[in-house]
């Protein structure tokens, strides 16, 4: 059977009014709790924080810090509703488990051992996870599964930029968001373009977006896939077609940023996991440029095309005039990939208010999250509101619902912000539970769309919208209603599931890290460490999927 249309689910779940305090807050017949924290043991044989500082030999096999995007993978043989693999990133060091407190790490007077310790704390932990004998999800300890890729491991390159770039990079760094591929692949996205943790490392190495495979089974990897681009990447969502073509789409989490596609030239094998280990190095790169008119133009970033030749002139922010305008060679497409912000800006791709998450829904529909841009002064249609605090939902359909379209039709999905609030600029259009600052997005496989938040979690913003939580969207109505608030000071991001729907696995980000804070507050925990991120397992008492 295929999937369901998109407005056949159940959505049946109590809303939850906005919320502060130390805790996690769920529905009426909800459970939650804390699977897999900062400083937890990852790798087989490793310790876990317990209240006293390792090295780096230890910290790089434990888990990393500041959760952020994740996926769930299934093992072959496993029930997969009962366990699997869990692929999380970690975007920036766990300062309150690395380091005794008051330290603060400052890359330019750091030790070696410092950076290291630092470096050993971003990346992506690979962990299985099961249902155990008490009927609640844990971390395997000491699985063959469990892994670490960090800021200090070797990273292959390939594509196109791999000749700038050299044959391996030490580090993936400020592991945002993520994606996977059809092949059970995961894709982790790497949001900056420097490594300013050890600004000693040739800048070329990040900005990627870095192939892993959770199985273990495909063989040189991880690798950077230097074909979709170089930019602050936030997380990548595909759209495959019948004829197994497919399309990811990216977003750059930059004020202004664009948004991407790539279209490996091949089609993907379902049949054969290994057939598609060059599929993301070969193919097209595209930005997005919105027209006023509901259409939009996929351009592409190909050397000699698009203006991408010798003496282009990026024409920097649209707000500055010529100010900084700036002469940019485009002579190969290494250069091309290099710089790809000034790629998409030369080509004439629209800059959008910071591109956070995409996701494709079961009915093809693309939707894309624009967190804000609070120093936005020039409006287009994409992007409507100069001084955008609360940021915009957009979505966009391609020609024909084909991943290799070159043109698509897209409309403004809602607007954040509170009717509450004073300037009109603020209020936005949602119907039901208001947010601010969309972030994280997904669509379910049963075509839920959730939204997370990461709003700032000042007294003035907390007091309009609660702190920072997940939303369930109606994609019809557009009416929103909140299903989960996080602790004080978290961001929400990372969703990921277990193919029935029963399991959600929630990242909770830099909540407060004063001793005693969540998740140190809750039942099972060491309620003397310091507040930190993690994962948690959200389920339905009666065993319902999540939502319904
Ligand atoms: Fe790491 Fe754009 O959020
Ligand atoms: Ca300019
Ligand atoms: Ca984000
Ligand atoms: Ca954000």
């Not at 766990?94 to 470096?119: H, I």
């Not at 300890?141 to 000749?163: C, F, H, I, L, Q």
């Not at 997370?452 to 003035?460: G, R, Y």
Request: aromatic share 8%; charged share 20%; proline share 6%.
């Amino acid at each position: 059977p295929g999937p369901a249309p998109a407005d056949s689910y159940d959505v049946t779940f109590s809303k939850i009014d906005k919320a502060t305090g130390a805790q996690v807050v769920v529905p009426a017949n909800y459970t939650v709790e804390v699977m897999y924290a900062a400083g937890d043991a990852c790798v087989a044989g490793s310790a876990a924080f317990a209240g006293s500082f390792f090295g780096s030999g230890d910290t790089e096999k434990m888990a990393g810090g500041q959760h952020d995007g994740m996926h769930f993978f299934e093992i072959p043989g496993v029930d997969p509703n009962k366990g699997g693999l869990l692929a999380i990133n970690h975007e920036a060091p766990e300062v309150a488990v690395l380091f005794p407190a008051l330290f603060e790490f400052k890359p330019e007077t750091a030790t070696a051992e410092q950076k290291k310790l630092a470096l050993s704390s971003v990346g992506v932990s690979v962990i299985e996870v099961a249902v155990g004998a008490d009927g609640k999800w844990a971390v395997k300890k000491d699985s063959k599964y469990n892994k670490r890729y960090t800021g200090n491991s070797t990273y292959n390159v390939s594509g196109p930029a791999k000749s700038a770039v050299g044959n391996t990079v030490i580090g993936t760094l400020n592991n945002c968001s993520s994606g996977h591929t059809p092949w059970g692949t995961y894709l982790t996205c790497e949001e900056t373009t420097n490594n300013y943790l050890d600004p000693s490392q040739a800048e070329e190495g990040y900005g990627w977006v870095v192939e892993i495979d959770p199985l273990g089974q495909l063989s040189g990897l991880p690798v950077k896939r230097t074909a979709l681009g170089r930019f602050d990447h936030e997380n990548t969502a595909y759209l495959m077609g019948a004829d197994n073509r497919v399309a990811f789409y990216l977003g750059d989490d930059s004020t202004p940023g664009c948004v991407y596609k790539f279209v490996p030239n091949g089609k993907v094998d379902l049949n054969n996991r290994a057939a598609n280990a060059n599929l993301l190095d070969d193919g097209v790169l595209y930005a997005a440029k919105f027209n006023a008119d509901g259409t939009g133009q996929w351009l592409p970033l190909v050397q000699g095309q698009s203006g991408l030749t010798a003496g282009a002139v990026d024409p920097g922010n649209e707000t500055q005039g010529a100010a900084d305008d700036e002469t940019i060679d485009f002579l190969t497409q290494a250069d091309v990939l290099l710089n790809t912000k000034a790629a998409a800006r030369v080509a004439g791709a629209t800059l959008m208010d910071r591109p956070e998450w995409v996701t494709v829904g079961l009915d093809k529909k693309i939707y894309m999250t624009l967190t804000n841009n609070g120093g936005r002064t020039v409006t287009d249609p994409a992007n409507p509101r100069v001084s955008n605090k609360h940021g915009h939902i957009v979505q966009w359909t391609e020609a024909g619902d084909a991943p290799t379209a070159t043109t698509f039709k897209w409309e403004l999905f809602l607007l954040a912000g509170d009717p509450s609030l004073a300037e009109d600029n603020l209020k936005g259009n949602i119907v039901g539970d208001t947010f601010s600052s969309p972030d994280g997005l997904r669509v379910d496989p049963q075509g839920r769309l959730w939204v997370q938040t990461d709003a700032s979690t000042s007294a003035s913003t907390t007091s309009v919208f609660g702190n920072n939580a997940m939303y369930y969207v109606d994609q019809k109505s557009r009416a929103s209603r909140r299903f989960l608030v996080g602790p004080d000071g978290c961001e929400i991001t990372g969703l990921a599931y277990t193919p029935d729907l029963k399991t959600f696995f929630i990242n909770i980000q830099h909540p407060s890290s004063a001793l005693g804070a969540w998740p140190s507050n809750q039942p099972g925990q060491n309620p003397i460490l310091p507040g930190r991120s993690a994962t948690i397992v959200v389920r339905h008492k009666e065993a319902k999927p999540v939502g319904a």
